[in-house]
């Protein structure tokens, strides 16, 4: 029951525009009421023959007037709720997309994330409806029955009241039986609909292993199974609330009934007038919608508690790598790093990932990390920026724990290119701007320069205001790579951390921008807003950190070799054998990709350019 504490405290927080919509929405309803009365008084004066025509002109005045005040009272009041329901809607996605923005990788390893998406648009639409819909239509509906039955009740007579609304007792029996099992259904339905979002998102997304595969045909009976899941479903919970929605008229005929043969008979008692018997039929069928609507407010009821609670457990999942409780060091980092003796596995994993890592980087030096697939290399990387926490006393940032700083301190300090170079659907300039809300259109190409993918943006129909992905520019795998490290230099942070950013360009290319990295890492005055970088190159192959200052071999989450290229092909180990034959496969695939794809041909001039610089820098 949680869950609706949520609904509470939206509806605490804006009681005031609540108090002022419910009290107008019940005004207009309590006015309906009167109407019947006025029709009986009439009766009443026809009957006897004393309406006179000024009465009869009042008596539709009067009407008049109830109807137009009813009319702007209740759609004024309705307007007030519908709107706020709107807005703990607006807020209830923002507060699970913060949620979600704060949660760490680990979670999402364990959610789908299509399930997430139905719990952002379909539990929260459902929340709406209860809030609008459902305390509009609790209001009117419970005014007008009460203000119905107290005139009832007063003014004509108790015990034709109590015949009229008594089958109306039943209806919190009905609530009682069918309720849970709406609800239940409900869940279920919304379940349904999780799995079908989940296969979609696995089915677009996987799209060209689909295609690949030629197994369109698997995909789409799997995805028509998930369909027809929901179709059942869906039924039963339609068949439940229909049977809900049926029985709640049933009852007020049957009040109905009563009225016209207890009615009748006292009538003909002259207990009660020939107008009180009118007014009494006219209310009976005037309570009709209304409780028809209290029938489908506690519809709305049961069904929302299910998706309150489902988004209330969701609000309060609390992320596994959260800032440290207690004094912490708040200020920007350097760029010195050390890892000592680390030794790290995955909750919920007894494998070690990671076994007695040590290792260090100065500003201004590159670390080479290089290891097959699975070594455990974006592991490191993930611990670094705290995506998981490292055991504690083993990371070191400028002679810090890095467990002691604020996250947001941290991440700021760190630019990464991850393994899958992840562009956003937006334009080129602000992906590779993404560390600014404003992105600096300068700098962005002076990045874009830098790893050389400037020439193919010129290039793009739009240039730098090129939408990326799905309405936009499909880019090769190397122009994401190199957009993705434009986006890192971009933030000019003082580490900087590629995850196998380079795989899809060419050697040369790659020489060309690592050229260029080293240059902007190590030399750059302060002046510049540059500033010596510790940059961490991580990679399967050997050229993408062949001239770092340090290389470490990874082989199952081990450090087995370690040292400069010189040294490193001096110990005949792994990495010379690698080394061997990796530059026999370079030229080959090197061709293959010039012929594949719009890679930019570097001219000589360049080239002797860059041969210039590698003297220098070797
Ligand atoms: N979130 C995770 N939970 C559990 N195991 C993981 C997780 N991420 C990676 N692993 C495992 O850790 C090992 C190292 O993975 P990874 O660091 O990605 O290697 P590399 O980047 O060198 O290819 C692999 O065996 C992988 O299956
Ligand atoms: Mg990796």
Not at 1 to 18: E, K, L, P
Not at 284 to 312: F, H, K, M, W, Y
Not at 586 to 591: H, L, P
Request: proline fraction near 3%; glycine fraction near 10%; aromatic fraction near 8%.
């Amino acid at each position: 029951m949680s869950g609706i504490r949520i609904v509470g405290s939206h509806i605490r927080n804006q009681w005031f525009s609540y108090f002022a919509g419910i009290s107008m929405v019940a005004a207009g309803s309590l006015f309906a009421t009167q109407i019947p009365r006025l029709i009986g008084s009439v009766t009443d004066s026809l009957r006897d023959g004393t309406l006179g025509t000024s009465e009869m002109a009042g008596y539709v005045g009067l009407i008049i007037l109830i109807g137009v005040v009813r009319v702007g009272t209740g759609w004024g009041g309705r307007v007030i709720v519908h709107h706020k329901g709107r807005e703990l809607t607006y807020n209830l996605r923002k507060q699970l997309f913060e949620k979600w923005g704060t949660l760490s990788p680990s979670y999402y390893h364990r959610h789908s994330v299509g399930d997430m998406i139905s719990h952002a648009l379909s539990d929260v639409e459902v929340v709406r409806e209860l809030v609008s819909q459902g305390i509009n239509q609790a209001v009117s509906g419970l005014a007008m029955l009460l203000g119905a039955a107290y005139l009832m009740a007063v003014h004509v007579d108790w015990r034709l009241t109590l015949a009229g609304l008594g089958p109306l007792l039943l209806i919190p029996l009905l609530v009682k039986w069918l309720g849970p099992q709406i609800r239940v259904q409900s869940q279920r339905s919304q379940e349904a609909l999780g799995a079908m979002a989940q296969t979609t998102e696995e089915v677009i997304g996987g799209i060209r292993a689909v295609k690949a595969f030629g197994t369109e045909h698997v995909v789409i009976s799997r995805f028509e199974n998930r369909v027809d899941t929901i179709v059942e479903e869906k039924m039963r919970f339609v068949r439940l609330s229909a049977l809900f929605a049926a029985l709640v008229p049933l009852m007020v005929n049957l009040g109905f009934i009563f009225v016209l043969g207890y009615g009748g008979f006292l009538l003909t008692m002259k207990t009660i007038s020939l107008g009180d018997f009118v007014a009494f039929t006219l209310y009976v069928t005037l309570l009709r919608q209304p409780l028809e609507q209290l029938g489908n407010v506690l519809n709305i009821i049961q069904r929302s508690i299910a998706s309150l609670n489902r988004i209330d457990e969701l609000l309060r999942v609390v992320s596994e790598v959260l800032d440290r409780k207690g004094p912490l060091l708040d200020r920007p980092l350097q760029g010195t790093l050390e890892v000592k003796g680390l030794t790290f596995h995955y909750a919920g994993s007894k494998n070690d990932v990671l076994t007695d890592i040590s290792l260090s980087v100065k500003p201004g030096q590159t670390l080479g990390i290089i290891g097959g697939m699975g070594s455990g290399k974006s592991t490191l990387a993930d611990l670094l920026l705290r995506l998981y926490d490292p055991p504690e006393r083993t990371v070191f940032i400028d002679g810090e724990d890095i467990l002691n700083y604020p996250l947001a301190r941290l991440r700021d300090g760190i630019a990464y290119v991850p393994q899958d170079g992840f562009l956003f659907s937006t334009t080129v300039l602000e992906n590779i701007g993404f560390s600014d809300e404003y992105p600096d259109r300068e700098k962005a190409e002076h990045c874009a320069k830098i790893t050389a993918v400037h020439e193919n943006i010129q290039c793009f129909p739009e240039k730098y205001d090129t939408e990326i992905g799905e309405r936009g520019v499909r880019l090769s795998g190397g122009q994401k790579q190199r957009i993705a490290i434009a986006r890192m230099i971009y933030k000019n942070a003082p580490f900087q951390i590629m995850d196998d950013s380079l795989s899809a360009v060419d050697t040369r290319t790659e020489r060309r921008i690592l050229l260029n990295l080293r240059e902007l890492s190590t030399s750059l005055p302060d002046s510049e807003g540059g500033k010596a970088k510790a940059t961490i190159i991580i990679s399967h192959r050997l050229s993408a950190v062949q001239h770092a200052d340090e290389i470490v071999v990874f082989d199952d989450g081990r450090i087995v070799e370690r040292g400069n290229h010189a040294e490193l092909m001096s110990l005949s180990g792994i990495y010379a054998e690698l080394w061997f034959m990796q530059a026999g496969l370079t030229e080959e695939s090197d061709a293959q990709r010039q012929r594949d794809t719009s890679e930019p041909n570097l001219d000589a001039e360049m080239d002797v350019l860059e041969a210039g610089r590698m003297e220098e820098v070797l």
